[in-house]
């Protein structure tokens, strides 16, 4: 039994197999996926996933790639779209300095705003964060958003950070980075993070774990990711994927 995250099941990489791909996924043991939307039209594609899936949750919001094109009008519709039952987080937001696809005073306003709705509605967020972690992490920590919820989605920051960011009430999910061989840091945080702060994802159709590098990734390898996490913590499969299935339907408030 395993809940993929976050799996971006509305992306055009998967229009032409996406019932096949929902198919896989259940087959191998998913029973649950969260589908963020990372700008208005995906957000709109995810909620109507969502509704035509009993599996499948939405999360809507402005990626920070795409925060230029969020105004108050698009912040409006995101809201209204937030209020259908089957949206249980605003996401992905966050900040992304790596490719600075929106510039950063921009993808600040754009997160701030988000946060401030996620508060209003209610609702726990899913973060984006990619070499802005000190931004990040302030702009949490001032608009007091960890009683509503935060998850720090495909975390790729430090043992340290991750420490502050638990002991703050932060979830921690992990993808597959944690199975590259390579992978240093993704492998310590995967210990160190307590088993009952932890999620898993794919980030598909990106991100593919080992041993499907070089492919589309989707919802099934999810496994791969809940198997290297138990062999780091030294417990089971099944143990693992009951903890992280546990918690994110907790973080999500699924019943």
């Known amino acids: 039994m395993l809940f993929d995250s976050h799996a971006h099941i509305s992306d055009e990489k998967f229009d032409n197999d ?10 191998n043991g998913v029973k649950l996926i969260m589908n963020p939307g990372v700008d208005l039209e995906s957000s709109k594609k995810a909620v109507d996933l969502s509704e035509k899936y009993e599996m499948i949750y939405a999360a809507v919001g402005f990626h920070p790639h795409e925060a230029k094109y969020m105004d108050d009008t698009m912040l409006l519709l995101i809201k209204a779209l937030a209020k ?9 937001i966050g900040l992304d300095y790596y490719y600075d696809h929106s510039p950063r005073d921009i993808q600040k306003e754009c997160f701030i705003k988000q946060i401030r709705l996620a508060k209003e509605l209610k609702l726990p967020i899913i973060i984006h964060d990619r070499d802005a972690n000190q931004d990040t992490i302030d702009i949490l920590k001032e608009e007091n958003t960890f009683e509503t919820g935060v998850l720090l989605h495909c975390y790729s920051g430090s043992v340290e950070l991750a420490k502050e960011y638990i002991n703050l009430g932060a979830y921690i999910s992990l993808a597959g980075p944690v199975t590259f061989k390579n992978a240093k840091k993704p492998k310590e945080v995967a210990k160190y993070v307590p088993i009952d702060k932890i999620l898993i994802e794919t980030d598909s159709p990106y991100l593919s774990p080992e041993p499907k590098r070089g492919t589309r990734n989707e919802s099934s390898n999810v496994e791969y990711v809940c198997n290297q996490i138990a062999i780091l913590k030294d417990l089971s499969f099944d143990a693992v994927a009951k903890a992280t299935y546990d918690n994110a339907k907790r973080f999500f408030k699924i019943n």
């Open 18 to 27: 996406r019932e096949e791909v929902i198919n896989r996924a259940k087959e």
């Open 84 to 92: 259908n039952k089957k949206v249980k987080a605003i996401g992905e």
